[in-house]
């Protein structure tokens, strides 16, 4: 008998990781997103709502941690590009901060590491616009 492989479509009884947004705000610097779990179709609404947000909030920069996602697919990266297009189109720059490896490896086989900024922690992104952290 071979192992059975549990595919993400298969109900095992066992809860996905939901995801959780948290907000920092770096007063008259920055609004951070936190992102923590899983982002695919079943979270897709709660980020998208979370980044419509925080682009109409208008901050001077929007930063979307990306450290404590455990996952993270094709709707996570289609919400950060149509984010990126509506930062724009407010003029607020967009940064993404401290990507998990996987999250990494998706923003470069698709590309979208050309197009979005992106920093190795959430310091180095607010420091890239001559913010510090403890600001706050």
């Known amino acids: 008998m071979s192992p059975r492989h549990v595919t993400p479509s298969e109900n095992t009884g066992v809860p996905a990781p939901l995801l959780r947004i948290t907000t920092t705000t770096v007063r008259g610097s920055a609004q951070i997103l936190h992102l923590h779990g899983e982002v695919d179709h079943d979270q897709r609404q709660r980020l998208e709502s979370a980044l419509e947000r925080a682009v109409a909030e208008r901050p001077p920069r929007l930063v979307v941690d990306l450290a404590g996602l455990s996952f993270c697919d094709s709707t996570c990266l289609n919400a950060l590009l ?12 967009l940064v993404l901060a401290a990507p998990t490896a ?19 922690s959430v310091h ?6 001559g913010m510090r952290q403890g600001d706050r």
């Open 124 to 129: 180095a992104a607010l420091a890239d616009a």
């Open 82 to 93: 149509k984010t990126r297009i509506a930062a724009r189109v407010a003029g607020i720059p």
């Open 102 to 120: 996987q999250t990494r490896r998706l923003l470069e086989i698709t590309g979208a590491n050309e197009v979005l900024t992106i920093h190795d």
